[in-house]
């Protein structure tokens, strides 16, 4: 078995910072590309940045220059830094991971849960 776990979400002023990790755990072989989505009330769920093994990464439009995705393969975990936060940047926050798991023949995308970022003053 597999789990994703997204936490650190929570209520923030605009302008303020949040840097939620994502931990993954379980029978994992390795983790390939990771990535944060987020889906706003109302709206589709949209991708806000990915993170190869490799460390390249991605980021949507809105987010660039502002959030910031890395990871850290020992813990085999996965953070969104999140700076000058805005009132459009409220959603839920979730993380994804396309994992090789046992003993490396197989492979699948898992996500997590989700967490609730709110920026408002």
């Known amino acids: 078995q597999v789990q994703l776990v997204e936490s650190g979400g929570g209520l923030v002023q605009p302008g303020g910072s949040l840097r939620p990790p994502c931990a993954a755990s379980?029978?994992?072989?390795?983790?390939?590309?990771m990535g944060w989505y987020r889906q706003a009330p109302g709206k589709q769920r949209e991708l806000v940045a990915t993170i190869t093994s490799a460390s390249s990464t991605n980021y949507e439009d809105s987010v660039k220059g502002r959030f910031t995705i890395s990871r850290d393969n020992a813990k085999n975990t996965a953070y969104l830094q999140m700076n000058s936060l805005k009132p459009e940047d409220t959603a839920v926050y979730y993380c994804?991971?396309?994992?090789?798991?046992?003993?490396?023949?197989?492979?699948?995308?898992?996500w997590g849960q989700g967490t609730q970022v709110t920026v408002s003053s």
């Open positions: 379980g029978s994992i072989f390795r983790i390939n590309v």
């Open positions: 994804n991971a396309l994992i090789t798991y046992g003993y490396g023949g197989s492979s699948r995308l898992y």
